[in-house]
């Protein structure tokens, strides 16, 4: 589950960032995680018991929650496959709902700075 942690937790922040989480997002991240190439190399079963475990912490204390998703996905800036993975799931959301909050372009700069990178990038 150690990579599934960052890119569960990078979707899960994005989704929740704008206080709002619709059940199109939740069945858009079964989707992404079942399609996209850049999480092939993730288990489906550990991208799925990462999602009940940090959906349940974040929905209890987002800040809290989300604190522990970046420390997650900072320790794994170096790992390009994770990064790329974080990536798609974090713009996942995003798609999702078909519009960028400014609370969720706030989430996504701070994966960004998370991995290294400027804001903007994801």
Known sequence: ???????TGAF???AFADGRYDPLEERRFLSTIANAPALSSIRTEALQ????????EIETDYSSATAK??????AAKDDKAVVEAV???????IVADRRLAPQEEVALDRIATALGLEAGVV
Do not use: C, F, H, W
């Open 87 to 93: 990536k798609v799931a974090a713009r996942g959301a």
């Open 69 to 74: 998703i970046l420390a997650a996905i900072a």
């Open 49 to 56: 018991e990462a999602y009940n475990l940090l959906r349940a």
């Open 12 to 14: 899960l922040a994005v």
């Open 1 to 7: 589950m150690q990579s599934a942690l960052p890119v």
